[in-house]
């Protein structure tokens, strides 16, 4: 079966990062990579706050803070006035399921989709307060509608007092209709939490136009931000309810400072994310977009073709600017937690790629990203080297 050809390359753009160049970095998914000239704009901000470190933290670093949350929220689409930085999506969904006050008799729904370390979250508060955690079922090849229908018929109004849903699965690379399902929600009166991790960056829709009660994105992956920058989008009706994690100097002045100011911490990663965003600007937003799911697809049919798997089985997450797809891996292998990270780390070590693999649903798939520093041969190269090293078990 013939593949499509790949897009365009965006000349130079693998230069703009710091990455081993004996590495293919297919996963930038996970832990995203910083352009270099982020990682100059962080260095600046280090060297001057080791400068005068009491200058830095007490003139001007709320109204610098302040600054870069309406930058960024400029950039989302999402109401500056109820936009929060904080570090990573795992906090922003841990502080929004500790404002909730949570009871005995009460539930927090999430899909089968949802992010193993907010799972662990969710597990936590249900125990802390007496609540329970139900998880809807989502087949993978489930249309949009067929998912809203699934969440409308899983509602308990009263009792749901939270659906987490994420815009962009971590472990299918699925895109889901949130904008619907935020919009069913309501119908029942059910808040919504979108984990967005994912979108920043990558997904073009608005934050605004989602209408989510809460909605939390790291501007770390797609984004192009330094590590530990992400934001929390609140709804009017729960700002005064949301409170943070750890109680600072900036408690009496409501949301969003009062979550911001997280006591003597690194605040630099944050006031350089705009030089992240400029990067992708001055690549062309769009272009990367469309650059980056391009390649992404390209790589799931190189690599589905030397798996053996059918493109009709190659699952598509239904937007053309999703830079993640997925691979089923052949069965048996890769159905654990466990048995995907050794698979990873295996592919890693022989053949030098970086991958996500993904244990789903009672099987183990492989996660492949598409980025500006990527080039063609990179899957090319993995769809040569991993059938024979899936063969030794
Ligand atoms: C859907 C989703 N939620 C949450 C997270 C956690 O992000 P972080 O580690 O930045 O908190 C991830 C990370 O990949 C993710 O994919």
């Keep these: 079966m013939s593949v499509p050809p790949p897009p365009e390359p965006i000349a130079g753009a693998r230069l703009l990062f710091s990455l081993d160049p004996a590495v293919s970095h297919l996963n930038h998914g996970s832990f995203g990579a910083v352009p270099i000239v982020a990682q100059r704009a962080q260095q600046r901000l280090r060297d001057e706050m080791e400068a005068d470190p009491l200058r830095f933290f007490t003139q001007g670093l ?9 930058h960024l929220a400029g950039f989302l689409g999402a109401d500056p006035e109820g936009t929060a930085l904080t570090t990573n999506a795992t906090t922003g969904v841990a502080v929004v399921l500790q404002s909730l006050g949570l009871r005995s008799g009460d539930e927090v729904l999430t899909t089968d989709h949802g992010y193993g370390a907010v799972d662990h979250s969710i597990a936590r508060e249900c125990r802390r307060t007496g609540a329970t955690h139900r998880v809807l079922r989502v087949p993978l090849t489930a249309t949009d509608d067929e998912v809203v229908q699934i969440v409308r018929a899983g509602l308990r109004p009263g009792r749901t007092r939270l659906l987490v849903v994420d815009q962009l699965t971590s472990a299918t690379a699925r895109l889901f209709p949130v904008a619907a399902i935020v919009g069913v929600a309501g119908e029942h009166g059910v808040p919504v939490l979108v984990d967005a991790a994912h979108a920043p960056g990558m997904l073009p829709a608005s934050v605004r136009n989602i209408g989510a009660d809460f909605w939390v994105g790291n501007l ?25 994690l750890v109680v600072s100097w900036e408690q009496d002045s409501g949301f969003p400072a009062r979550l911001e100011w997280q006591a ?34 390209y790589g799931q049919r190189v690599v589905g073709d030397a798996l ?15 830079a993640m797809r997925l691979i089923p891996l ?36 492989l996660r492949l990203c598409g980025q500006v520093y990527n080039a063609p041969e990179e899957y090319q190269r993995l769809a040569v080297g991993l059938p024979g090293l899936l063969a030794q078990r």
């Design 330 to 365: 052949p069965a048996g292998l890769a159905t654990t937690l466990d048995g995907a990270r050794a698979l990873q780390t295996r592919i890693a070590e022989r053949l030098a790629t970086q991958v996500a693999v993904m244990a789903w649903d009672g099987r183990g798939w």
């Design 264 to 297: 003597t911490s690194d605040y630099t990663a944050w006031l350089s994310a705009p030089a992240g965003l400029y990067t992708l600007r001055s690549l062309g937003v769009d272009r990367v977009r469309a650059h980056n799911a391009g390649l992404a697809a």
């Design 308 to 322: 053996g798997v059918p493109p009709a089985d190659l699952p598509d997450p239904g937007g053309p600017t999703v």
């Design 62 to 70: 709320v109204d610098r803070v302040a600054h870069t949350r309406r």
């Design 220 to 244: 770390h992956k797609w984004g192009y931000a330094p590590r530990g920058t992400a934001v929390l989008v609140v709804a009017p009706q729960w700002r005064e309810r949301i409170e943070p």
